[in-house]
């Protein structure tokens, strides 16, 4: 796991006063040790949502595709089948941590992918305040984690219904054509979503053509079966 860096000595991170060394400069590069990583990802999780907060090996495969995206590791995402043009689409069953890692993952990088983690409930009832210029805000600009697809109700403005994630996923489509290929994309206008929903239900709750938007700007990455729920 390498990654692009000016550091002249070992990156490292600090979880209550604890200091991690989860890379090392290496030829230009940072080379992450994936084990030291895991070990810090362990105590910031704890030190963000408790002491019950907890990595477990069934999921560390999971972590490792997140891990490599996040850090840009182009080898790596390749050998993953992932692109490092798309975004995240973070499907599993309900409480085995989704949400968690993508507000924790992207602490391990040098230059932090900055993401406004944001639930689709919250989306939904701003809709139902402010109308389509909730549709504006979220999907014509900036990057976001939208929290648990699927879960949102249909918003209403002053008599109008409206499904606000269908909106907001066909906006964000073209501004993932218009924008895939800067180098800046990656930064300021990445998608990124998790969701409880397969892609049968997916297309059952969005429809055909909001999939294939959604399958085309997004890298699938899903929970082991045997997930349990951490709750």
Known sequence: MTSHSKLKKPYTKTVDGMVYPIAEYHNDRLRYNFKQILVFLEAYGKHQFGEKFKIYAVDKDLIYKLCIFMIRDKVQCQKHNLDINKGILLTGPVGVGKTS??????????????????PT???????????????????????????????EPIG??????ANTMTEIILSRHKL?????????YFYWYMSHFTTNLNATEIEQRYGKRTRSKLREMVNLIAFHPNSKDKR
Not at 101 to 118: A, D, G, K, R, S
Not at 156 to 161: L, P
Not at 176 to 184: I, K, S
Request: glycine share 6%; with cysteine; proline share 5%.
């Open 121 to 151: 409930r919250d989306i939904a009832f701003e809709y139902n305040t402010h109308g389509s210029k909730t549709i504006t805000k979220y999907g014509n600009q900036s990057t976001f984690c939208f929290d648990d697809l699927g879960i």
């Open 101 to 118: 890692l993508m507000q924790i993952i992207p602490e391990i990088c040098f230059n932090l992918p900055h993401y406004t983690l944001v």
């Open 156 to 161: 209403r403005h002053y008599g109008k219904d």
């Open 176 to 184: 993932f054509v218009d924008n895939w290929h800067l180098p800046q």
